[in-house]
């Protein structure tokens, strides 16, 4: 069975910056397309950023662009979330998700194996 296992949340001020991990196992992760999604309390799972297999390609909701930056490292089977200049409204749980379609999908549905989330979130 896949698993996806994040790390790297916390606690953060308005401003400040933290790396989000995904460890990948039990996959052939370099074929995977890989994305960040993220729910806060009362909204509905949104789309943060994805990565094509061979990470020649990234998308980005326009909410995190140019703040946050999806990269990956098929020999260690990983994903990372760079997010800098975090706002408050970036409080949310992030979720780590894997899906084998050739293109960066932006809904949910696009994606077969997910984690089990990490908390983010920035105080004012």
């Known amino acids: 069975q896949v698993q996806l296992v994040e790390s790297g949340g916390g606690l953060v001020q308005t401003g400040g910056s933290l790396r989000l991990s995904c460890a990948a196992s039990r996959l052939t992760f370099s074929a995977y397309t890989m994305a960040w999604f993220r729910q806060a309390p009362g909204k509905e799972r949104e789309f943060v950023a994805g990565?094509?297999?061979?990470?020649?390609?990234?998308f980005y909701a326009d909410s995190v662009k140019g703040r946050f930056t999806i990269s990956r490292d098929n020999a260690k089977n990983t994903v990372y979330l760079q997010m800098n200049s975090l706002k408050p409204e970036d409080t949310a749980v992030y979720y780590c998700?894997?899906?084998?379609?050739?293109?960066?999908?932006?809904?949910?549905?696009?994606?077969?194996?997910w984690g089990q989330g990490t908390q983010v979130t920035v105080s004012s």
């Open positions: 990565i094509t297999w061979t990470g020649g390609m990234t």
């Open positions: 998700a894997a899906g084998l379609s050739k293109g960066v999908l932006t809904t949910p549905r696009g994606y077969s194996n």
